[in-house]
């Protein structure tokens, strides 16, 4: 299949050119009219697909309490927002919630859903900062806990991928520590740490 438009962003620049795609990738990028295309986009954008870090939840829906269909339908449906994958992120919860929802999230990863491609979960506090809490619930707030986040992995089938913590609330970073080792990224956010 050809599809073709006058801005499709390439180096960070909107030109007009062909997309060839074969099995549903991308082949190649040539001239504009080079070939015959399939659909001509006319001004209409083509631009790659977006990456979602930092997604709470959808239509009503907040990570901390989804559920299968409810994030069967939000994966299903980002494409049409330009998202091509997401990361969902929970928030400051109780722990039943968090390891429910992980757990589904895991599921769903492992059977390849429709739309955007869930790339792995992203966990957004209890450990942060009470004085940059934001809109996360203090009475939740607690200090990172390696084993906890161990619990964590292993319910949502090590799919934790993303961790966002408040470093001084991190004892000797033995929790950063620990997720670097298992390969998790770790962010800082809610955070007063000073340099």
Not at 13 to 36: C, H, M, S, W
Not at 44 to 62: S, T
Not at 124 to 145: C, M, T, V
Request: charged share 25%; glycine share 8%; with cysteine.
């Amino acid at each position: 299949m050809i599809i073709q438009s006058n801005r499709v962003y390439i180096d960070e620049k909107f030109i007009p050119a062909q997309i060839v795609l074969v099995d549903g990738r991308i082949n190649r990028i040539q001239d504009y009219n080079k070939e015959t295309c399939d659909v001509d986009y006319g001004n209409n954008k083509i631009i790659p697909g977006l990456i979602e870090m930092h997604a709470h939840g959808y239509k009503g829906m907040d990570v901390n309490y989804s559920t299968y269909e409810g994030l069967k339908e939000w994966f299903a449906d980002l494409p049409k927002e330009g998202v091509t994958s997401v990361f969902p992120t929970s928030s400051t919860a109780k722990e039943e919630a968090l390891l429910n929802s992980f757990k589904l999230i895991a599921q769903i990863m492992d059977e390849e859903p429709v739309g955007a491609v869930p790339l792995g979960i992203h966990v957004e506090g209890p450990q942060i900062s009470f004085a940059y809490k934001g809109a996360h619930n203090p009475y939740l707030i607690r200090k990172p806990d390696v084993e906890e986040m161990k619990k964590w992995n292993e319910v949502a089938n090590n799919k934790i991928r993303l961790v966002t913590i408040a470093p001084e609330m991190d004892e000797n970073h033995e929790l950063i520590k620990w997720c670097r080792r298992q390969g998790i990224h770790v962010t800082i956010g809610h955070t007063g740490a000073k340099y």
